[in-house]
């Protein structure tokens, strides 16, 4: 590979460690081929994207980005699933494969926030993966929101409901 080849990979890495919201390292020695290409699917569905990094290039590039941390573990087979949007879709999907792929393993994520980021092992990578996703919380949210403007209102009509099933009984005994 050229140096100006290696230049601009090292500036696409380094975009993509930038923008990204949310990422996991992954080792992928051993799988498959028509095996990768479904993890892709299935990633690119839950609007990932899985990158095979060369190694000496993404420790470049992770210089003075929120992946400076995990540059150490930069070797051997490395693939990054990184990810602009819902965290918690992306650790399913690779809970998911790591459990049906016997050689696929999720060795570190990273969460990147405004002011934070996180760098997570494989159990909380794990546990991210339980969570419900963000529409699941919003639904939940809308649902409880809602239960109370629900609520709400049949106290409201009870009042006036109780008084003129007062005046019903009322006309009804005489």
């Not at 060369?54 to 210089?63: D, F, G, P, Q, W």
């Not at 790591?98 to 909380?124: F, H, P, Y």
């Amino acid at each position: 590979m050229e140096r100006s080849q290696k230049e601009a990979k090292v500036s696409e890495l380094r975009s993509i460690f930038n923008n990204m919201s949310a990422g996991v390292l992954v080792d992928y020695r051993g799988i498959e081929a028509n095996q990768v290409v479904e993890l892709r699917k299935q990633l690119n569905d839950a609007s990932s994207t899985m990158k095979v990094l060369k190694n000496s290039l993404a420790r470049i590039a992770a210089e003075d980005t929120p992946f400076s941390e995990l540059a150490d573990q930069f070797t051997q087979t490395r693939a990054l699933v990184y990810s602009d949007g819902d965290p918690v879709v992306q650790a399913k999907v690779l809970s998911e494969a790591a459990k049906n792929i016997d050689n696929l393993k999720i060795l570190a994520g990273i969460l990147v926030g405004d002011s934070k980021t996180s760098i997570l092992n494989t159990g909380e990578v794990e546990a991210l993966s339980k969570l419900p996703s963000r529409e699941e919380l919003i639904v939940k949210l809308l649902f409880l929101m809602q239960a109370l403007a629900t609520q709400f209102v049949r106290t409201l009509n009870a009042v006036p409901a109780k008084f003129v099933r007062t005046l019903a009984a009322i006309r009804d005994s005489k």
